[in-house]
């Protein structure tokens, strides 16, 4: 059973150029009583103040990736994001903090997205609740192994809020209102929790499960096509065997070969052509979660 949620800590500015996080953070701290619920304290971070300043995703390393228990261990590393993220890992600890969410926004048309690195319970009767507040919110399960940690994953609960389409360095005024929106949601739901005030019910719940990261095709390491016009913007919809995936250069359509039906995110996200990323494949899953099962 989980606990009452006493704490909760808002990062916004995990990468430097996602502007929809960090002045929403900053508001929160220029408006603490935004963010007051009876049985809750709420910490708005701002997690990566150098890379905002300038405003880059990074300044040496990206600091989402910087959380495996290996890497917070190891003296060895002393750059910049590596060293934050040791402070950040232990300002929750000292703060005994039991909730984390982290604010991102995306190149891709994802939309209003809780992205999960697990699926017990409690998340999923979060999600659930949400998703009946917002019926386009679109709620992902990309696990989070201890290799591969994010900030997200530093406590026992905890999430990303991703909203896109929104270019890097740029502000969207829908985006940024139905984000604020969603946290007010969330932090009501979490003061209900702790006073045992939601609801009985059961409601079908879908989410979607990366299963799958796809690279674009390269030579080496030089890409020789990028994502067809048909599949631009097309976040969370099907694609089946046959349907277009890239094109070349010369013009050449490379299709979907797979023998089941797929749903990519995050389609030609800026920020993933360092790391080999141009989608990733989930399979779409509808289960029934039943609120007040706290098991």
């Known amino acids: 059973m989980v606990k009452k949620i006493k704490k909760v800590a808002l990062f916004g500015g995990t990468h430097g150029n996602e502007m929809t996080g960090i002045y929403l953070v900053k508001k929160f701290l220029q408006n603490p009583f935004l963010l007051e619920r009876s049985t809750l304290e709420v910490f708005p971070f701002l997690s990566n103040p150098k890379a905002i300043r300038l405003r880059v995703r990074y ?32 300002k929750l600890l000292n703060n005994q903090i039991n909730f984390v969410v982290d604010l991102h926004s995306t190149t891709a048309n994802m939309g209003l997205t809780i992205i999960l690195s697990d699926t017990n319970n409690f998340h999923l009767q979060l999600c659930s609740y949400l998703s009946l507040i917002y019926p386009e919110l679109k709620v992902l399960y990309y696990v989070s192994t201890e290799q591969n940690k994010l900030l997200r994953s530093n406590t026992e609960l905890g999430l990303t809020i991703e909203v896109g389409a929104i270019p890097q ?20 739901y979490l003061d209900k929790y702790n006073q045992n005030q939601i609801e009985e ?27 067809h016009p048909n599949l631009q913007s097309k976040d969370y919809q099907p694609v089946n065997s046959g349907d277009p995936l890239f094109i070349t250069f010369e013009g050449e359509t490379i299709t979907y070969q797979g023998d089941s039906t797929v749903y990519p995110v995050f389609i030609n996200e800026a920020a993933y052509y360092e790391k080999g990323i141009a989608m990733c494949f989930t399979k779409k899953q509808k289960i029934t979660v039943k609120f007040n099962d706290y098991q």
């Open 59 to 90: 300044t040496e390393i990206d600091l989402n990736r910087c959380f495996a228990p290996e890497d917070l261990e190891n003296l060895d590393n002393i750059l910049y994001e590596q060293l934050l993220a040791k402070t950040i890992h232990q």
């Open 201 to 227: 019910k059961s409601h079908n719940l879908v989410f979607y499960e990366v299963f799958e990261r796809i690279d674009y095709p390269r030579k080496g390491e030089e890409i020789t096509a990028m994502i």
């Open 169 to 188: 360095r740029v502000l969207d005024a829908d985006l940024f209102v139905k984000t604020e929106q969603v946290i007010y949601s969330l932090l009501d």
